[in-house]
């Protein structure tokens, strides 16, 4: 099974500041087989960033991604207030397709 | 619009069947799409369950494939969950979910979710 682990287990920043989410996986899963959600109390999770970097729909571009093998990279520009959350990463390469434990991004 | 909705008993005795059902409404399930189920206990990270297709194939989590069922019913646009011998461990919110499984594979519409308690 393939272990994603996040970090840091929680963020916290003031709107307008740039967050670095971590996605690290026990072992490589390409540049590409990673999925990203977000998910808000008491709401499920919604897709955020699927493949090496296409957005879902109604996704702004300051949700970005990068990395590949077994480090990947979560990064949100200039947050706004509907962006505090918890993110989480998640596999397909092999299964069973795992989640990692999830970031939450909270207001400072 | 895609719509997903779960539906089931929200208290399962320890033993005894988990079952769920998710009604899609603003796509025939019968398309071809997948469906899957995701679970999140309380507090806790998300696990994925499994997948079917209109065709009635799944695709399951190896940790729960010897308990669990998962079927389609595209008379009703429904599909659904039989998680059998239940413990307290199987306690979470149940999302079912429409998946994408081709070369990328992601979920792109979830339920609300539903929790369920295993408790006697």
């Known amino acids: 099974e393939i272990v994603l682990t996040q970090s840091p287990g929680t963020l916290s920043l003031s709107p307008g500041e740039t967050a670095t989410l971590s996605c690290r996986a026990s072992?490589?899963?390409?540049?590409?087989?990673l999925t990203w959600y977000q998910q808000k109390p008491g709401q499920a999770p919604r897709l955020l960033i699927y493949g090496e970097s296409d957005r879902a729909t109604g996704i702004p571009d300051r949700f970005s991604v990068s990395g590949s093998g077994t480090d990947f990279t979560l990064t949100i520009s200039r947050l706004e207030p509907e962006d505090f959350a918890v993110y989480y990463c998640?596999?397909?390469?092999?299964?069973?397709?795992?989640f990692g434990q999830g970031t939450k991004v909270d207001i400072k | 619009q895609l719509q997903l909705q779960e539906s089931g008993p929200g208290l399962v005795k320890p033993s005894e069947t988990l079952s769920l059902t998710c009604t899609v409404s603003?796509?025939?399930?019968?398309?071809?799409?997948?469906w899957a189920w995701i679970r999140q206990p309380p507090g806790k990270g998300l696990e994925w369950i499994g997948n079917?297709?209109?065709?009635?194939?799944?695709y399951s989590n190896p940790s729960l494939q010897s308990r669990l069922t998962i079927s389609v019913d595209a008379s009703k646009n429904q599909f659904s969950l039989n998680l059998r011998s239940v413990t307290a461990a199987d306690t979470a919110v149940y999302y079912c979910?429409?998946?994408?499984?081709?070369?990328?594979?992601?979920?792109?519409?979830w339920g609300q979710g539903t929790l369920v308690l295993v408790s006697s």
């Open positions: 603003g796509v025939s399930i019968g398309m071809t799409y997948y």
């Open positions: 079917i297709h209109n065709s009635g194939s799944t």
């Open positions: 998640q596999q397909y390469v092999t299964s069973p397709w795992t």
């Open positions: 979910a429409r998946l994408w499984f081709g070369e990328l594979v992601f979920f792109d519409s």
């Open positions: 072992q490589s899963i390409g540049s590409s087989s």
